[in-house]
């Protein structure tokens, strides 16, 4: 191939787009992401198809002709083996590749914000890598949706605040001066609440956030067992259980 045609390669190829959806409440889907989604030649999303993908539900709420758009469907395992891990990354920036050769713009959608604990950094980080054109477009992230359903403050005046992934352990974590988010807990809830009792802190939870099943949790005690993957709770500095 001569560099001349390489060029023109490069310049007919499409554009990718991660779309935060936000949280799960429809009407929190900003103006920027419906208008990219209607223009989108194909709608990438995280799973094996449209009915089981929660990022897809919450966008077709509020863009509906979203239904006849071409599907990319992108099929990310849950798991923390660094090999699956890899292999499944590589395999869908290639699914994606193969779309944006054809001079097709993709929208990928992603919950919450796509530069918050989203899978699609990791396409974005191999396709620009390959010489593609990819673009984030904020979404309203869950813990921010959470704090308001819960009517309260993330942060006040020095406060610091802190995002940490609920499945990894939390103990240095929960030690940190200021706000705590703790996301995706919902799998080790157990061990969470444990934990916070025992430090005797003071903490809110609020299950699948503007989603159906919604469940809010206003102190310690309240957070269950066990809950749903999208639960997220937030820990605040000053506040302690009795």
């Not at 891990?85 to 779309?99: F, Y």
């Not at 992603?110 to 604990?117: C, N, Q, R």
Request: aromatic fraction near 6%; glycine fraction near 12%; charge should be negative.
């Amino acid at each position: 191939m001569t560099e001349a045609n390489a060029g023109n390669r490069k310049e007919n190829r499409g554009k990718l787009y991660g779309v935060g959806v936000g949280p799960g409440d429809p009407e929190l889907l900003t103006l920027k992401a419906a208008r990219l989604i209607r223009e989108a030649d194909v709608i990438g999303i995280p799973g094996k198809d449209r009915e089981s993908c929660v990022a897809w539900q919450i966008a077709v709420s509020a863009v509906p002709e979203m239904k006849e758009k071409e599907i990319l469907a992108i099929s990310f395992p849950m798991t923390k083996d660094a090999g699956i891990l890899e292999e499944s990354h590589e395999k869908g920036a290639d699914q994606t590749a193969a779309v944006l050769d054809m001079g097709k713009n993709v929208v990928f959608l992603t919950l919450g914000d796509p530069s918050v604990y989203s899978t699609y950094g990791y396409l974005q980080k191999r396709l620009t890598e390959r010489g593609y054109e990819a673009y984030m477009v904020s979404g309203v992230p869950s813990f921010c949706a959470a704090a308001a359903r819960l009517g309260i403050s993330l942060g006040e005046k020095s406060e610091a605040l802190h995002i940490l992934p609920g499945s990894y352990p939390l103990e240095e974590g929960l030690a940190l001066s200021g706000t705590k988010i703790l996301m995706k807990s919902g799998k080790q809830l157990g061990a969470v609440k444990e934990l916070l009792l025992s430090g005797k802190k003071k903490a809110n939870m609020v299950e699948n956030c503007g989603m159906a099943g919604e469940r809010v949790c206003s102190s310690t005690e309240e957070i269950p067992e066990d809950a749903g993957y999208y639960s997220l709770i937030i820990v605040r500095d000053g506040e302690e259980t009795v």
